[in-house]
């Protein structure tokens, strides 16, 4: 049975943060603001294959109170999504996201972030679409103030008989 999922995240640009965007460091002047390395694309991406399974979403799994996950690098939480497809027998089909963002260029970061992505999820490049926006100059993220993101994930499931309730 095929599932989808659908993930959405946005973390505030701030100055004298690293910035991270699918895995991978970009030079720029601001970095994105949170609790782990707030890679704003992984955690959409990682809402995206766990609402796919009916699971809760990443916060539920990695709690920003929880001092185990300060400045965690977000692909152990895209590897936990993937580990909870696997215990369910399932596997992702594939995973496609689009950054919204106004500066500073990722397209020549593309290639890059789907390796990372495809790496941590345990399937193939080609089952990784990234796409990258402007905000048209407009609103919170045309002002550089936030990098947002969404994801969808397609997750193949074996078909159980429900259960009466
Ligand atoms: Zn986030």
Redesign the pocket.
Known sequence: MNHVGIGY???QLVAGRKLFLGGVEIEHSKG?D?H?D???LM??ICDAVLGAIGESD?GHFFPNTDPRWKNAR?RVFLEEAARQVKFREGHIVNVDATIIAQQPKVAPHVRQMREHIAGALGIQLTRVGIKATTNEALGFIGRGEGIAAMAVASVDLPEVVQQAI
Do not use: F, P, Q, W
């Open positions: 995240d946005v973390h994105l949170g782990s707030a890679d704003v955690h959409a990443i977000s």
